[in-house]
């Protein structure tokens, strides 16, 4: 199935192929503007606006791409990072070569950076509380996105694998990858705990007529909704083995 056929079967499932909503829909789904679009114009079951998220690690990679989608839709992003542009940034062009939470800002989204060592807890409640009082309008931050990592292969520091590591780089990497999302977590649900529950997007277009039940209360009489979201990720290779590096290690303990 093509990318295109994708993303018309997303839109089938949200919407009938006759409504107005499901052609919004999938020009929504399917727009390749650089500039972003209103958050007025989504549905309101796609749209982020009035919300507040972290990214942390946000200066390239998957970080960059989740601080721009989730600007796409309306939500003011406090990127996070050790420097506003990396390595990698630097080899792009034009408005691509722009720092993320500029290129947010200058397509019409609302982006902050925000210097951030994840490994330090005290650092990460300062930049909870910088995203809650002084970016959001509500006092909230409603998503954390835990996605700042370090690889443990680095060529000319360790380029043979763990027996050529350093202590000190081992320390790194747990303090970066295992303590950073710890630091992200714990910091964030303080946070949130203090929050009200508000209604999840999908709970904006209740309708009897498609069968949803209008009442936004659980049977124990909580209501639906949540005071937060955190999103933690990670290396496929916390789980599988990855490729062996280099000639050397043909032959080594397996």
Not at 17 to 30: E, N, W
Not at 101 to 130: K, P
Not at 203 to 221: A, T
Request: proline share 5%; with cysteine.
């Amino acid at each position: 199935m093509s990318s295109l056929q994708h993303l018309r079967q997303t839109a089938t499932i949200l919407y009938r192929p006759s409504t107005a909503s499901y052609k919004t829909t999938l020009s929504i789904l399917t727009r390749s503007s650089s500039t972003f679009l209103k958050p007025s114009s989504l549905p309101s079951f796609l749209t982020l606006e009035g919300r507040t998220a972290i990214v942390t690690g946000s200066s390239s990679g998957l970080g960059r791409a989740i601080s721009l989608r989730l600007a796409r839709l309306g939500c003011s992003v406090v990127c996070a990072d050790l420097a506003p542009i990396s390595g990698s940034t630097t080899q792009l062009t034009g408005n691509a070569r722009k720092p993320t939470h500029e290129l947010i800002n200058s397509n019409g989204g609302g982006a902050h950076f925000r210097e951030l060592d994840v490994s330090n807890f005290v650092a990460f409640q300062e930049t909870v509380a910088y995203a809650a009082e002084k970016v959001s309008k509500k006092g909230r931050l409603d998503i954390m996105v835990n996605n700042a990592g370090i690889p443990g292969f680095q060529p000319g520091i360790a380029p043979l694998g763990i027996h050529t590591e350093s202590i000190q780089l081992a320390n790194r990497i747990i303090n970066v990858n295992l303590m950073g999302i710890w630091n992200g977590t714990k910091a964030a649900i303080e946070q949130m705990r203090k929050q009200e529950i508000e209604p999840y997007p999908c709970d904006r277009d209740v309708s009897e007529e498609w069968g949803d039940i209008p009442s936004l209360e659980e049977e124990d009489g909580i209501p639906r909704g949540s005071r937060g979201s955190v999103v933690n990720m990670g290396s496929i290779h916390g789980m599988i083995a990855g490729p062996l590096e280099g000639e050397s290690d043909r032959g080594s303990l397996t």
